[in-house]
């Protein structure tokens, strides 16, 4: 890509992550042309489909967890570990108001611009999981789905006005619920 044209792609996406942090997921590709002062005609060339949009703003950041599981793995507490990149995996969602929903179906659809990412940032984090219920610091009963769907409901608390300022207790009930007993407390991360 010329460094005009990646300069250009940069700045529409800086322009949609604003945009889509303001507005939710459901932000007009209008909306977000105009604030870039493009048209949308160059918006769609950029980006033809709001999936394609999305690919690209938010692959970037599942990336990121992604490694940062990795990172994570060598830490000594398995516990702590998890609850970090849980705590880490909450905060990118919770940046854009009604990703979780998005990330749900991208999972389920492999034809979908983001389900390599989603898959792939969903497998770090039960990585993560499975190396925790092999310490006897996580409980046995739950799988990587359930922890995508746990962390996807406490974004999702946070994007709700009347929950928010519960969401940091509520965060700490549910990394407690996951870790057993012998585990780290998870305000202690």
Not at 1 to 17: F, Q, S, T
Not at 89 to 110: K, Q, S
């Amino acid at each position: 890509m010329r460094a005009d044209a990646r300069k250009n792609h940069d700045h529409l996406l800086a322009i949609a992550g604003d945009v889509i942090t303001e507005q939710g997921v459901d932000a007009s590709m209008r909306d977000i042309a105009r604030r870039a002062g493009v048209g949308l005609a160059t918006l769609l060339r950029h980006f033809p489909t709001r999936e394609a949009l999305f690919e690209a703003l938010l692959r970037t950041n599942f990336d990121e967890l992604a490694t940062r599981a990795g990172e994570l793995e060598a830490a000594d507490s398995p516990a702590d570990a998890l609850v970090s990149w849980l705590r880490d995996f909450v905060a990118c969602a919770h940046n854009y108001r009604g990703v979780t929903e998005l990330m749900v179906t991208a999972i389920a659809e492999p034809q979908s611009a983001l389900h390599h990412s989603c898959v792939t940032m969903r497998a770090a984090g039960r990585e993560l999981l499975t190396r925790a219920q092999a310490a006897g610091a996580a409980r046995k009963d739950i799988d990587g789905t359930d922890l995508f769907a746990l962390a996807g409901s406490l974004a999702w608390i946070g994007d709700q006005p009347a929950f928010a300022p519960r969401a940091d207790h509520l965060f700490e009930i549910i990394a407690s619920a996951i870790l057993t007993g012998s585990a780290t407390s998870p305000s202690g991360v």
